[in-house]
């Protein structure tokens, strides 16, 4: 069965329209943001590796886990080029404590 001619220009026309919204709708990741009003343990000392190129080390931290803090350890983030780490921290805020996710800054 052949598509006539007009079906198949309207097929084409609806496709790129189609694409882009595709495009244009994938997946954001927003942060969430953990505000809590019971102060963070204070940050446990670990061993820094020797460094790893490719990589920069992310310092271990205090992760409210629902009903209290549990110790994530300290782990490995791939480089971006031309950028910096910013590891992630607790920061006060009036009576609240609020984490701040880790992220590389340009």
Known sequence: ???PRSLAKLRHV?????AFAALASTTVYARTEVIIQQAP?????EPIPGPRPGYAWD???WRWQGRGYAWVPGHWQPV???AR???G????RGPNWY???GRWIR
């Open 85 to 87: 780490w910013e590891p």
């Open 41 to 45: 343990p204070p940050v446990r000392m």
């Open 14 to 18: 609806l496709i790129i329209p189609l």
């Open 80 to 82: 971006w080029r031309n």
């Open 99 to 101: 984490w701040i996710e």
């Open 1 to 3: 069965m052949r598509v």
């Open 59 to 61: 310092r271990g931290h």
């Open 89 to 92: 921290h607790w920061e006060a």
